[in-house]
């Protein structure tokens, strides 16, 4: 069960503590309790659920591109591993996928995934695993031509141990990127989601091969205690 707000008065000015606390209830394990409970209390769990994202993840894409600007008017975009949505929901105004800024380009943007996600106006949401044979070329077709940015905020499912963890999803996103090389126009940017611990560097050396700018950023949004951040990859080479 919640329990509500205790009123406490913690700095003498009549302000209370509003942080939600979470009792363990029976069946629940210690650590699925703080989880909750962190999801109560995390600002940008709040903040997407008042604004009508399906995820906190969406502020994550929000302040990647606030800083290097690749959902653009007219971009034609791929999101894999698209579930729940928020960087669709993000992307579709930012590329005008619904054409409401009159005057300027039309986007396009496919978002797929192994499951079937709700629709989302202005995206188009397709059922693939895009690392089937074909996968690469089936995604152009629906597209219409070869995408401006691939982005990727997947993540391989964690085992408890953080090493085999950050192995796994290093790997998930060296195949996302060579799916990007497959797909990509020339000037095309990667965006993915990786966890630090050593062997990202092999990631980078990769990147640079095919692309002249790659970046390293955690958004403001990411929680300080996860080793998550995202490489952005410039300037695609083709």
Known sequence: MV????????????QRDLTIKVKTARGRKLSS??????????????RAQAEGYRGRAAFKIMEIDDKYRFLVPGARVVDLGCAP?????????RINALGEKHGKAVGRIIGVDLQEIDPIPGAEIHVLDFMDEGADDQVKEWLGGQADVVMSDMAASSSGHKQTDHLRIISLCETAAYFAFDVLAEGGT????????GAEGELQKILKTKFDKVYNMKPPSSRS???EKFVIARGFRG
Do not use: C, E, H, M
Request: zero cysteines; a positive charge.
């Open 3 to 14: 329990k509500k707000p205790t009123g406490k008065n913690t700095s003498g000015r009549g």
């Open 33 to 46: 309790t703080r989880w909750l409970q962190r999801q109560l209390n995390d600002p940008y769990v709040v």
């Open 85 to 93: 949505g928020g960087w669709l929901q993000v992307a579709v105004p």
């Open 190 to 197: 990667f965006i993915a989601k990786v966890l630090a611990g």
């Open 225 to 227: 205690d996860s080793s």
